[in-house]
């Protein structure tokens, strides 16, 4: 089992940056993918970005060029680098982990890209 928690979410200003980590504990082996994942208001959940033990990554189109995953495989974190935002990155962003065939995710975190 493992256990995922998400930090740094919140306010930001359209063109902000804004960082979101995420740490995972309990039983965790490798390889293993992690990712984010965002929920708009009344839309369904989408994929952001991924990142596997390779630091082999891949991001949705909508936020290529702007939105940056990396990872520390020692620390078994994930973090998003996220810059230039706007209105409609406003979402609930999950923290996700796809380990030996099975999925984990965190609590989500808010964030809020608004004047």
């Known amino acids: 089992q493992a256990q995922l928690v998400e930090a740094g979410g919140g306010l930001v200003q359209p063109g902000g940056s804004l960082r979101l980590s995420c740490s995972a504990s309990g039983s965790i082996f490798s390889p293993n993918t992690m990712g984010w994942y965002r929920q708009a208001p009344g839309k369904q959940r989408e994929l952001v970005a991924t990142i596997n033990s390779s630091r082999m990554t891949y991001y949705a189109d909508s936020v290529k060029g702007r939105i940056t995953i990396s990872r520390d495989n020692a620390k078994n974190t994930v973090s998003l680098e996220m810059n230039s935002l706007k209105p409609e990155d406003t979402a609930v962003y999950y923290c996700?982990?796809?380990?030996?065939?099975?999925?984990?995710w965190g609590q989500g975190t808010q964030v809020t890209v608004s004047s």
């Open positions: 996700w982990m796809l380990m030996v065939a099975k999925v984990y």
